[in-house]
């Protein structure tokens, strides 16, 4: 399997909407969606595990992926 589907299908147990993966992974890209995924794993196996994974993990996914959409657009003059 590739790494990047692999990554994408990681996200599922976090319950982040297909609607928002589909419209925000090409935009956040490979090593960030990873990041993330890395961050809430790693969250999930300490004492501070994510109370609400669909509510909290389809926030960060759209605010990263809207920021992403920023830095990539051009600058108008």
């Known amino acids: 399997m590739d ?19 589909t419209r925000y992974a090409k935009a956040i890209g ?8 890395k961050e809430w794993q790693e969250k999930e196996g300490s004492s501070r595990k994510i109370d609400h994974k ?4 389809n926030a960060v996914w759209v605010r990263v992926g809207k920021e992403s959409e920023k ?3 051009p600058i108008s003059r």
């Not at 589907?5 to 976090?14: E, M, N, Q, R, S």
């Not at 490979?30 to 995924?37: E, N, R």
């Not at 669909?54 to 993990?57: G, R, S, V």
Request: aromatic share 12%.
């Open 30 to 37: 490979f090593q960030k969606a990873k990041k993330l995924l």
């Open 54 to 57: 669909e509510k909290y993990c």
């Open 71 to 73: 830095e990539a657009e």
């Open 3 to 21: 790494e990047y589907k692999k990554v994408l299908l990681g996200l599922k147990p976090f319950k982040v909407a297909e609607k928002n993966i």
